[in-house]
């Protein structure tokens, strides 16, 4: 229990209003994970493992309609519709509050409720942010232990009169027209009803450690990312830290899980995990930006993680991991599309059926075992390039900060931006293209600025003002860089082999961060010359290196036409400086496409000028 009467006044709120039989307030001692494993596994809610191969995990099954995020159930409930902005759906705090409460109302009776303190940070740490979430999920309480620091150690350091954020989640019936998702900044207040999947459910993720907390992080004066920690050690023991932000597929967490080629590793390069998912940034008495992860686990999409594409979460998950909506072997292990080894004769599906290998739906479609965003909920620790750092309560300086895109054509390998501006500008103008794993148009365009589009908790044009604030308040700042791994052929093909290979980019990343390494400036930025990268040992030709750093100048200007699109969105709100970076980018493609004696195509002469 606690001395804090805000937290014990607001237990019992949500307890008259979901109407538990019993409350339940989690200590996170290693006696009470025990009894609530037991519990799962004697209900039939969760499935242990063969403990021999797989010791102290777990597998569970999400119902069949709650397998994702539900972005079009998620919502930003502000006072003003305008400050959660274009980037968000926006519900009235009273409506809110209201359509969910009515769903709430006895969603509980029959079951227990949770009470979880946890900590998105080191206990204690000037990083971390303490949170409270309510729930009937034994599935949640079990994620949340290897996802956040939780227990009785947060209660005491929430101390008598300590604020909290206030998370409430509930399964009710699990009805996908009875789910919600609510995020109350002002309130500091997060509200989940129907769904017990992931990202929907455990409240400390993206709820609050990006949407809640980006908001808070813009009163307070940091920055809350969706971002990889990677920790480089050169040959002679220096280490240097950088943060990334990738959209979806393209490989944030192989890269924060990094193994390198032979060639560095004979050099002596180390490579450390600090975070694979979200860094909380603050400016460090030393004038450097500080980076923590707030989280204590890894929440990762199973499918095509295997020994090639990232060995190191392979050896993550042998222990102590709870599997989700993944195959359930025969021999009471796991298995995922993309996994080592050949598929199973037969097992149990992501759906609880019956499941052999080549097996179709009614059109023909192949039936997968697991399901393609089934997961596996492993424990920071396990992780064998886990970082000695990683729980620091100061955090780790940051040298450069990186962004990426999945671009067949437009950008390059890597280039480094003029200044902050500039680069807020280049992470805000990012997008990837479709693949065919996707649903859309393969092809198609996607903007996602700093990969936050889905988790910026408020208005996104105020979001790209904080970054440029946070540029005039930081003393000495990172460096800010744009890589693209996914450049291909005249066949489709790609060109850089990508995994451990990208050590070689972030070299020079490093490089161009202590103001060495070769580099030649273009319009975009600054690109490596054509020694400036380490191939040793890569069967790379120089015509190839050439194409994957080559700008084409007029593709860029038609790329300005739909940088011009997508900041029109946010209406006078955008800072003027957006439009600065604009317009120069334009201007100095124009005068470089003038010089080559190449014609500017007619839509950006509109896009630079008007």
């Known amino acids: 229990m606690t001395d804090n009467k805000k937290l014990k006044t607001w237990v019992d709120e949500c307890a008259r209003l979901c109407k538990p039989d019993k409350i339940v307030w989690v200590d996170g001692s290693e006696a009470e994970r025990k009894v609530l494993e037991e519990e799962a596994v004697s209900r039939g809610r969760l499935i242990r493992l063969d403990q021999e191969r797989l010791p102290g995990s777990l597998y569970f099954r999400t119902d069949p309609n709650d397998v994702a995020r539900t972005e079009h159930l998620t919502f930003i409930c502000t006072k003003k519709k305008d400050d959660a902005g274009p980037n968000n759906n926006w519900m009235s705090p009273p409506d809110g509050y209201r359509k969910a409460g009515d769903i709430f109302q006895g969603s509980m009776k029959g079951r227990t409720m949770y009470v979880i303190p946890f900590s998105m940070g080191p206990i204690g740490s000037p990083f971390a942010k303490i949170g409270v979430q309510l729930t009937d999920s034994i599935y949640v309480v079990l994620n949340m232990r290897i996802m956040t620091r939780i227990g009785s150690g947060v209660l005491k350091a929430l101390g008598k009169d300590g604020d909290f954020t206030k998370c409430l989640h509930g399964k009710a019936d699990l009805n996908v027209n009875r789910r919600l998702i609510l995020h109350f900044p002002e309130d500091n207040t997060i509200w989940s009803v129907g769904s017990g999947y992931g990202g929907n459910a455990l409240l400390g993720k993206k709820c609050l450690s990006l949407r809640i907390a980006s908001w808070l992080a813009n009163q307070e004066g940091w920055l809350a990312e969706h971002m990889l920690i990677l920790g480089i050690e050169d040959p002679k023991g220096h280490v240097e830290y950088v943060t990334a932000a990738f959209p979806s597929a393209c490989g944030k967490t192989n890269l924060a899980m990094l193994i390198p080629p032979d060639a ?85 599906d992501w759906q609880g059926k019956p499941w052999t290998p080549g097996q179709k739906d009614a059109n023909g479609k192949p039936l997968l075992g697991a399901h393609p965003n089934s997961r596996f909920t492993a424990p920071a620790k396990n992780c064998p390039c886990i970082s000695p750092n990683w729980e620091d309560p100061q955090g780790v300086p940051i040298s450069a900060i990186v962004f990426g895109g999945r671009r067949a054509r437009l950008a390059p390998l890597v280039y480094q931006s003029l200044n902050w501006s500039h680069g807020v500008y280049v992470g805000a103008t990012m997008a990837s293209e479709r693949t065919a794993a996707a649903v859309g148009t393969v092809g198609e365009v996607r903007r996602d600025p700093m990969a936050m589009l889905p988790f910026c908790g408020y208005n996104m044009a105020d979001y790209f003002a904080h970054w440029l604030d946070m540029g005039r308040k930081i003393p000495k700042p990172p460096k800010i860089f744009h890589v693209n791994w996914f450049r291909t052929d005249e066949h489709g093909k790609f060109m850089w082999p990508g995994y451990g290979e990208n050590a070689r980019v972030l070299e020079w990343i490093l490089a161009r961060s202590r103001g060495d390494g070769k580099a030649v400036e273009t319009p975009i930025g600054s690109i490596p010359t054509p020694d400036a990268l380490d191939m040793n040992g890569l069967d790379l030709p120089k015509s190839t290196v050439d194409r994957l750093l080559h700008i084409d100048n007029e593709e860029w200007l038609e790329e300005l036409e739909q940088h011009k699109l997508f900041f029109e969105s946010f209406g006078p709100r955008l800072p003027k400086e957006m439009w600065n970076q604009y317009y120069g980018l334009g201007k100095r493609l124009t005068e470089t496409a003038v010089l080559a004696g190449v014609e500017s195509p007619a839509s950006a002469s509109s896009a630079v000028h008007s």
């Open 264 to 348: 560095l590793k004979k050099k002596g390069y180390k490579y450390w995990t600090v975070g694979d998912d979200i860094a909380w940034l603050r400016i460090g008495p030393d004038g450097r930006l500080w980076a923590c992860n707030p989280e204590n686990g890894f929440f990762g999409v199973a499918p095509g993680t295997n020994s090639k594409s990232n060995p190191n979460a392979v050896k993550t998950v042998q222990r102590s991991t709870i599997f989700t909506n993944v195959l359930l072997k025969d021999d009471n292990t796991v298995w995922w599309e993309g996994a080592d080894g050949e598929p199973p004769k037969s097992g149990i």
